[in-house]
């Protein structure tokens, strides 16, 4: 498990990603394994224009220069990594989802080649964040030229679920890595106390729910500290939505590491409502993190 994987597209948003793989696995001494697929469509190509074999050809030969430049870009990042690259010919989302079971970390930009500025996210980064085997890093960033930002510190979405179990081991490792702080956020919707308040008004003292959320936010938080203490770590418990609350934290943050699916999750949904809009609007990486086999989100 001492491998990233990155994958490549030929896209700028790619190219940002493998540079932030490489910077991510050079301390480590990690290999970087680049990842480049490639489907030749079977139905409805027209024949006329080229043939079966030569659209193949052409499609590996734009692979392989996709690849030498990732490399390049790799390289130029963390002069000295250890780089290896691969390129398949099979359905992307496929391959990274293999990949993903031997990888520490499979790493994707915010959008692929070809994304239009009306969709979201990347489909393939969102198929891997909901179903990888491993941690799946989306590398988003600040800016026109959406580089992945160097400064701040490691912030971590909390709710007490499974997935936010693991996303805190995460991110007190990639904490103590990077040498940063960690800034551990729980939230508490306070949409139904205020409804609560207008009909009960002495029923609820939204002082006492502050205290309950903060101690439950701590307990979580001291069950991993231990193992890390060189990690200086900031409690924050807000009113209001989580995805709201952390992506306003992204805008100061380096990374933002969340479970896939909080409290509540159902089987089968694909990826949770806060996962996903740091996903797709995040102003920096973002780490998504998945419970173990066992856990009852998987």
Same mark, same amino acid.
């Given at each position: 498990?001492? #491998?990233?994987?990155?994958?490549?597209?030929?896209?700028?948003?790619?190219?940002?990603?493998?540079?932030?793989?490489?910077?991510? =696995?050079?301390?480590?001494?990690?290999?970087?394994?680049?990842?480049?697929?490639?489907?030749?469509?079977?139905? @409805?190509?027209?024949?006329?224009?080229?043939?079966?074999?030569?659209l193949?050809?052409?499609?590996?030969? %734009?692979?392989?220069?996709?690849?030498?430049?990732?490399?390049?870009?790799?390289?130029?990042?963390? !002069?000295?990594? &250890?780089v290896?690259?691969?390129?398949?010919?099979?359905?992307?989302?496929?391959?990274?989802?293999?990949?993903?079971?031997? =990888?520490?970390?499979?790493? +994707?930009?915010?959008?692929?080649?070809?994304?239009?500025?009306?969709?979201?996210?990347?489909?393939?980064?969102?198929?891997?964040?909901?179903?990888? /085997?491993?941690?799946?890093?989306?590398?988003?960033?600040?800016?026109?030229?959406?580089?992945? !930002?160097?400064?701040?510190?490691?912030?971590?979405g909390?709710?007490?679920?499974?997935?936010?179990?693991?996303?805190?081991?995460?991110?007190?490792?990639?904490? /103590?890595?990077?040498?940063?702080?960690?800034?551990?956020?729980?939230?508490?919707?306070?949409?139904?106390?205020e409804?609560?308040?207008?009909?009960?008004?002495?029923? *609820?003292?939204? &002082?006492?729910? &502050?205290?309950?959320?903060?101690?439950?936010?701590?307990? %979580?938080? &001291?069950?991993?500290?231990?193992?890390?203490?060189?990690?200086?770590?900031?409690?924050?418990?807000?009113?209001?939505?989580?995805?709201?609350? +952390?992506l306003?934290?992204?805008?100061?943050? %380096? +990374? *933002?590491? *969340?479970?896939?699916?909080?409290?509540?999750?159902?089987? @089968?949904l +694909?990826?949770? /409502? #806060?996962?996903?809009?740091?996903?797709?609007?995040?102003?920096?990486?973002?780490?998504?993190?998945?419970?173990?086999?066992?856990?009852?989100?998987?």
């Amino acid at each position: 498990m001492n #491998t990233i994987v990155a994958g490549v597209d030929g896209s700028t948003s790619a190219l940002h990603a493998v540079a932030w793989a490489a910077t991510e =696995a050079a301390p480590r001494r990690e290999k970087l394994r680049l990842v480049s697929a490639y489907a030749v469509p079977e139905h @409805g190509y027209p024949a006329f224009l080229t043939s079966v074999g030569e659209l193949r050809e052409g499609l590996r030969a %734009q692979g392989e220069d996709r690849l030498r430049e990732a490399r390049e870009a790799a390289e130029k990042a963390a !002069p000295g990594i &250890d780089v290896e690259t691969v390129l398949v010919e099979a359905d992307p989302t496929v391959t990274l989802l293999g990949e993903s079971r031997t =990888a520490r970390v499979v790493v +994707l930009g915010s959008r692929g080649l070809g994304g239009f500025s009306g969709l979201l996210v990347g489909s393939t980064a969102v198929a891997l964040a909901a179903h990888g /085997s491993c941690p799946v890093v989306v590398v988003r960033g600040r800016g026109a030229e959406g580089v992945a !930002p160097a400064e701040g510190p490691v912030v971590v979405g909390l709710d007490g679920s499974p997935a936010s179990v693991a996303a805190i081991e995460f991110a007190f490792a990639e904490a /103590s890595a990077r040498g940063l702080p960690l800034v551990a956020v729980r939230t508490w919707n306070d949409v139904m106390l205020e409804a609560t308040l207008r009909m009960y008004p002495l029923s *609820v003292n939204p &002082d006492d729910i &502050d205290a309950e959320e903060r101690a439950l936010l701590e307990a %979580q938080v &001291d069950a991993v500290r231990e193992d890390y203490p060189e990690v200086p770590v900031e409690a924050v418990v807000a009113r209001g939505r989580a995805a709201r609350t +952390l992506l306003e934290h992204s805008e100061r943050a %380096q +990374l *933002v590491v *969340v479970g896939s699916r909080g409290r509540g999750g159902f089987r @089968g949904l +694909l990826l949770g /409502s #806060t996962s996903r809009a740091l996903v797709t609007h995040a102003s920096c990486p973002v780490a998504v993190v998945r419970p173990p086999a066992t856990g009852e989100n998987r």
